[in-house]
């Protein structure tokens, strides 16, 4: 079995990992778990690391578990959290774990039937049935008090200021180190990994399997691995864009703009991240930061980052749909605007004025100067479209066009779409309608 601890480690995805870890995943195929909570119906870059951890158990022979915590989602985790998280009702877990497993799926076949084929779980599957009575007896007395306060995420809320922590959020360690237990049982899982936030969680758990299989299983293994919350090299919270979150799903963040978040990385923040995001070998990633130092403005890190990882997330089509509409807003092609459907060219010109106007006003076809000024209000008056014309720097679709020009449906994009640009910068785009 190949070294799955040695290839995490220079890629930089191993933060802590318990003693005997590497060892037991070298000696023999493992079974692995990594939880994912539902406060939304989707998820974002931020959990993309766990995924790719499970990709990795895959590919290296081992089973990896997906567990969507339709019970601990009730409850919220308090790590890394300074307040305490708004409950959620029951209709929005629903449909937010029902996302999730949907976004899951398109990672890791859960219909495979391999031996380490994966499997996703919910922990609200066995934990609807435990009473309260019950988890305290049978859970909660094999945890001290004093073990859980010692926790770092316990300890910094209630030492903060503020109202400190519920006896809900309390609970959570023991939850999820319930759900290790269950797992273990179950299918055998010896193996929890996580986020560096989530080391107390996890140890919790492995602690959890031991004290609670001392009488019927004594030599009971559980292990744990944590991997460092990824950062930007200025300290920037990573995975947001001036929109918020960079989502998974097109529907929240579109793939062209997902694509141009990769694209636009800092150079210091690419090369961490071609080892991180990307399962591209050592040696091609090596060769890779080498040529990109040799000449950084050609920005090659960045274009095999965005590249890989665009491909992993949506597939290659909507990547060449994507680099397609990069090339339609950055290059000078009339063809790559053509190719772009009406959906995908209204995100790359997000943001520019836009108006709407009536076919029947270019049937008999109408002049550039009065569509410049007085139809669209993209320049200010006839006398400056005039100008404008005679400097030659209008185009229409990227093309350069003279003061003769009348525009007719002909010149039209996908579904009605004219883009007027003035210089390089200047966009304005019209819609019929």
Not at 269 to 284: P, S
Not at 361 to 386: D, K, M, Q, Y
Request: glycine share 8%.
């Amino acid at each position: 079995m190949n070294n799955l601890v040695a290839e995490l480690q220079w890629r930089g995805l191993v933060h802590n990992i318990m003693p005997g870890t590497e060892e037991q995943l070298v000696k023999e195929s493992t079974t692995a778990y990594i939880g994912f909570d539902p406060t939304s119906d989707s998820l974002h870059i931020g959990s993309l690391v766990p995924i790719i951890l499970l990709v990795h158990l895959k590919n290296f022979g081992h089973k990896p578990i997906a567990l969507v915590g339709g019970a601990t989602g009730m409850i919220g985790d308090p790590s890394g959290k300074s307040d305490e998280r708004n409950l959620l009702d029951e209709t929005t877990l629903e449909r937010n774990v029902a996302g999730i497993k949907a976004v899951l799926s398109r990672f890791l076949d859960f219909n495979a039937t391999g031996a380490n084929a994966p499997i996703l779980v919910n922990n609200y599957d066995w934990m609807k049935e435990f009473s309260f009575i019950s988890f305290a007896r049978d859970v909660g007395k094999r945890i001290s008090v004093n073990y859980m306060m010692a926790k770092e995420s316990v300890k910094k809320r209630i030492q903060a200021e503020g109202d400190g922590m519920s006896f809900t959020e309390f609970t959570y360690q023991l939850i999820q180190g319930y759900d290790f237990y269950h797992l273990h049982k179950t299918h055998n899982c010896m193996l929890q990994m996580g986020g560096s936030d989530q080391w107390g969680n996890i140890t919790t758990g492995t602690e959890l399997v031991r004290r609670m299989n001392v009488e019927n299983q004594p030599d009971a293994k559980a292990f744990a691995m944590t991997c460092p919350l990824i950062t930007k090299a200025d300290g920037s919270k990573f995975g947001k864009s001036e929109g918020g979150n960079i989502w998974l799903t097109a529907d929240k963040t579109s793939v062209y703009k997902f694509y141009q978040f990769w694209l636009n990385t800092a150079d210091d923040d690419a090369e961490k991240y071609i080892k991180i995001f990307t399962f591209l070998d050592q040696t091609t990633v090596t060769a890779l930061i080498d040529e990109h130092k040799q000449a950084p403005h050609l920005r090659i890190l960045q274009k095999r980052l965005a590249e890989e990882v665009t491909a992993f997330v949506h597939g290659k089509t909507e990547l060449q749909n994507a680099i397609a509409a990069s090339e339609a807003l950055f290059g000078n092609s009339t063809d790559a605007l053509k190719s772009l459907d009406a959906q995908t060219f209204l995100e790359v010109f997000e943001g520019v004025p836009q108006k709407e106007l009536p076919r029947e006003l270019f049937e008999n076809g109408v002049e550039i100067i009065r569509l410049l000024a007085e139809h669209t209000g993209f320049l200010a008056s006839n006398s400056e479209a005039r100008r404008a014309l005679t400097e030659n720097s209008i185009a229409i679709n990227r093309e350069k066009v003279g003061l003769d020009k009348v525009v007719t449906t002909s010149d039209f994009l996908t579904d009605g779409l004219l883009l007027l640009q003035r210089g390089k910068k200047n966009y304005f785009v019209v819609r019929v309608v």
